[in-house]
């Protein structure tokens, strides 16, 4: 690829959210690509980040004072830093709504869910619309570098730099986001008395990647209580690194499983944390499977948050090891996708799906098999297509 920047799809809706609401707060994973978003989108507004030391000092000395250097808004970059300029925020924006001023307007960023949400909760309720930009997603990717091997998407994954150099320096890129933000970012939020067995904690999440997170199994496996772990998954998702896809709970009158399946955020972190290094790897790699099914999970949430939205994402599985997926709530419907990474179509693809319909009957709007072959059918919306091609609304 060359250097030009990458278009993102959330930049249009951005756009628009800034005419309605005084502060936009745009989350999501370190390096997923916000800062040049928002500078993108809002090249006059005046930026500042809280990563700089003096800038932050400066901040924290006279957040009131710094605000009215300012008096029609700013880009505020890194806000996890310091998540209490948002009560400063409110003051400004109350004052200007108190005024009769429509034109002051903030957006502020950050890579940790829970300090900037938790404020934003507390300070800003109807003054703040939040947004969450994730990694590339497979047709942002394609729409700027035409069409990628399977592998290679899922080998480096989303996040913008990694596809701004060449294949070589790819896996040093995503090494260094392991050492510089995950382990820097989980030292600041917790106290990790054994760092190995926190590394070991990860790589075992990667390694099961679409399969239920049984936080038991895993304490046994890195020698640590089980409340341990679950605090780390906690901070892990808080972090953009990994999120739990819960399963569905209809009153179907089937014994199902209660246990939610576990996913990253971005397959070239996981490919990474797996050891695999190149596309002829990946493409014999027992995990390979799991790993196509996390992007094409990925590529679906994205589709939400790249309108601003977020997407009601389940999946099935029952006792009798019937499983689908992925099931997409929508108002009084529901969609159920089911991912394979084969490139042959067949109708056995089809079995879970069609034992779904005879549980969901009328509900069930929609049926899709995704998978990476090239034949296609969306006759009446119920067919099968290649991932690249997936059409949601």
């Known amino acids: 690829?060359?250097?030009?920047?990458?278009?993102?799809?959330?930049?249009?809706?951005?756009?628009?959210?800034?005419?309605?609401?005084?502060?936009?707060?745009?989350?999501?994973?370190?390096?997923s690509g916000k800062t040049t978003l928002c500078r993108m989108a809002f090249p006059d507004?005046?930026?500042?980040?809280?990563?700089?030391?003096?800038?932050?000092?400066?901040?924290q000395a006279d957040p009131k004072g710094f605000l009215g250097k300012h008096p029609n808004g700013l880009i505020i970059d890194e806000a996890q830093n310091y998540p209490e300029i948002f009560s400063y925020l409110q003051v400004a924006v109350d004052d200007?709504?108190?005024?009769?001023?429509?034109?002051?307007?903030?957006?502020?960023?950050?890579?940790?869910?829970?300090?900037?949400?938790?404020?934003?909760?507390?300070s800003m309720a109807?003054?703040?619309?939040?947004?969450?930009?994730?990694?590339?997603?497979?047709?942002?990717?394609?729409?700027?570098?035409?069409?990628?091997?399977?592998s290679d998407l899922i080998l480096y994954g989303g996040y913008p730099a990694v596809w701004k150099t060449d294949p070589q320096a790819r896996r040093m890129l995503l090494s260094n986001y392991y050492t510089t933000y995950i382990e820097r970012d989980i030292r600041k939020l917790i106290n990790i008395k054994d760092l190995q067995a926190f590394q070991t904690f990860i790589r075992l999440c990667a390694a099961r990647i679409?399969?239920?997170?049984?936080?038991?199994?895993?304490?046994?496996?890195?020698?640590?209580?089980?409340?341990t772990i679950r605090h780390w998954l906690s901070i892990l998702s808080a972090s953009y690194v990994v999120y739990l896809l819960h399963p569905y709970y209809a009153n179907i009158g089937k014994r199902l499983t209660k246990m939610p399946k576990?996913?990253?955020?971005?397959?070239?972190?996981?490919?990474?944390?797996?050891?695999?290094?190149?596309?002829?790897?990946m493409d014999t790699h027992p995990l390979r499977g799991s790993l196509f099914e996390n992007l094409v999970v990925n590529d679906i949430m994205k589709f939400g948050s790249n309108r601003g939205e977020e997407e009601q994402l389940f999946?099935?599985?029952d006792k009798s090891k019937h499983e689908v997926d992925v099931l997409r709530l929508l108002p009084g419907k529901v969609e159920a996708y089911e991912v394979k990474s084969c490139k042959t179509y067949s109708q056995d693809l089809f079995s879970n799906l069609t034992y779904l319909k005879t549980l969901l009957?009328?509900?069930?709007?929609?049926?899709?098999?995704?998978?990476d072959g090239d034949q296609e059918n969306f006759e009446n919306d119920n067919g099968f297509c290649n991932f690249r091609h997936l059409k949601l609304s």
């Not at 030009?4 to 005084?22: A, C, D, G, M």
């Not at 034109?103 to 890579?111: E, K, L, M, P, R």
């Open 210 to 227: 679409g399969q239920e997170f049984n936080a038991s199994n895993l304490a046994v496996e890195t020698g640590v209580a089980v409340n």
């Open 1 to 31: 690829m060359d250097n030009k920047l990458i278009n993102r799809n959330l930049e249009s809706t951005i756009k628009e959210v800034y005419n309605h609401f005084p502060v936009i707060t745009l989350t999501g994973p370190r390096q």
């Open 315 to 317: 999946f099935y599985r």
């Open 361 to 371: 009957k009328d509900n069930l709007s929609k049926t899709m098999v995704i998978y």
């Open 45 to 59: 507004m005046p930026y500042v980040n809280l990563e700089d030391l003096s800038t932050l000092a400066e901040v």
């Open 126 to 150: 109807g003054r703040s619309a939040v947004m969450s930009l994730m990694p590339l997603s497979t047709s942002e990717l394609i729409a700027d570098s035409g069409d990628i091997e399977t």
């Open 262 to 281: 576990l996913y990253f955020y971005d397959t070239g972190l996981a490919s990474f944390l797996l050891g695999i290094q190149t596309s002829e790897q």
């Open 96 to 122: 200007a709504i108190f005024k009769g001023r429509s034109d002051i307007h903030y957006v502020v960023t950050g890579s940790n869910n829970f300090a900037l949400l938790e404020k934003v909760t507390q």
